[in-house]
């Protein structure tokens, strides 16, 4: 089976500053690993993946994730914060044999203060 | 992008009744559907797995009588909690498979959620 940590509930960081959400992942298996993001009252939305190929992945909006697998973690990053990031952000696992379910982390809440 | 929409997004119902909440793909067909819950400030934990045209694959724990899905068509899946309860308040999610670009991309697309209130 599957499991992945978000170790930080929550992160306030400045507007403007760089920050890391932590993931670490467990699984016997190969997994596909995902970032989605949750805006007060919405639904998912896929932040950035990574499927194979190269280690490090970016989304359009800044943010970026590194696949480290030795390190088994798929931490996400973002060198400048806007107060529009402000939201709740969740790792994810699947299973790369073909459609599976998503194991989600318990989300890190990232709080951009001005 | 894939578009997944869930109907209603909010609702409110008396202890005791049964609530009805769609799942509909609106561009793409979706073979697999799976249902999610989202206590207040937690992850999202599956529910179940809606395959089209046969019966859904619930998880450990989850009653099957109690949330009854429906995967009728290749664009549609139901979830109906039967009976409900207050402790049955909760954020109810789907997410849709790409029957042809989900087996390149493993990609799954989220509805916009539905949270039930059961008074």
């Known amino acids: 089976a599957q499991s992945v940590t978000q170790l930080d509930s929550q992160v306030p960081v400045f507007e403007e500053a760089p920050v890391e959400l932590r993931c670490n992942y467990s699984?016997?298996?190969?997994?596909?690993l995902f970032w989605y993001v949750q805006y007060p009252n919405q639904g998912l939305q896929l932040l950035l993946k990574y499927l194979s190929g190269s280690t490090l992945v970016e989304s359009i909006n800044g943010f970026e994730a590194e696949f480290n697998k030795s390190q088994t973690s798929f931490h996400l990053r973002k060198p400048s914060v806007h107060i529009s990031d402000t939201a709740e952000y969740f790792c994810?696992?699947?299973?790369?044999?073909?459609?599976?379910?998503?194991?989600f982390g318990t989300g890190t809440r990232l709080l951009v203060s001005p | 992008g894939a578009v997944v929409s869930q109907h209603p997004s909010r609702v409110i119902c008396k202890s005791g009744t049964s609530v009805k909440i769609e799942c509909r793909s609106l561009d793409f067909q979706a073979t697999t559907m799976f249902w999610y819950r989202q206590f207040p400030k937690q992850s999202l934990m599956l529910m179940a797995t809606s395959n089209e045209g046969s019966k859904a694959t619930y998880e450990q724990g989850v009653e099957k009588d109690k949330f009854l899905i429906n995967h009728a068509s290749l664009t549609l899946s139901t979830l109906t909690v039967t009976s409900a309860h207050p402790e049955d308040s909760s954020f109810y999610i789907c997410s849709a498979v790409d029957r042809v670009r989900g087996q390149l991309t493993g990609e799954l697309f989220f509805g916009e959620g539905s949270r039930l209130t059961v008074l």
């Open positions: 994810a696992v699947m299973k790369n044999t073909g459609f599976q379910k998503l194991v």
């Open positions: 699984s016997s298996v190969s997994v596909y």
